[in-house]
């Protein structure tokens, strides 16, 4: 039976096998990685792993979430101005949101068969959760804008549709090509950023 780990302790662990699991998921893939490779690579028995997490998929889940907490820090730290054009601030914001995950290994060889799979494994639940996260995100978003004098003239589940809609985009990256979708990414942002902000050219 796994020992009981102080509450230091099992931050420690859980930051660790967020880590390892993420350098896992990047370089084998979600499918290919065991919880025992996990777990081995965090220090910690098999056994101990389901003391943090039901399974391997809730742990990727909570490493992209993670990683998406990171990506929307930094979008809603970026500055705008009423100087400028409302279309080309937000494609900005939006080309940077989508194109951020090359920093993140785990984001750039995620693909659409992963994202279904980890879906089909994860309780309904926990999905709906990750889903309103979000659309938190999304009013958080339209908040800052409004406050820098940028109002988005559809409703704020349209907006999240649409970035989910870049996001699947992004999550055929491998079929599209890395140049065409490299030139394919700012097109649609501009896109979305001139219905979006009832903005043309």
Known sequence: MPRAF????????????????????????LRKTSVGEIAQSAGIS???FYLF?????????????????????????????RKRNARAQVAEILNAFLTTWDAYPLL?????????YLVRKLPSERVAAHVAQDDAFIDTF???????GIVLKVRPRVVASL???????GLHRHDLGEDDFAETMPVLTDLVAGYVTGRRR
């Not at 750039?108 to 279904?116: C, H």
């Open 6 to 29: 102080s509450d230091n302790e099992r931050d420690r662990i859980r930051a660790q096998l967020r880590l390892k699991a993420g350098h896992l998921f990047a370089t084998r893939g």
């Open 46 to 48: 098999k056994g101990a």
């Open 53 to 81: 997490f039901d399974s391997k998929e809730a742990l990727c889940l909570e490493v992209l979430e993670t990683i998406e907490a990171e990506m929307r820090a930094r979008v809603l730290e970026l500055a705008l101005t």
């Open 108 to 116: 750039r060889t995620f693909s659409q068969a992963d994202f279904e």
């Open 142 to 148: 339209a908040q800052k804008l409004k406050h820098e």
């Open 163 to 169: 970035i989910r809609a870049l996001f699947w985009v």
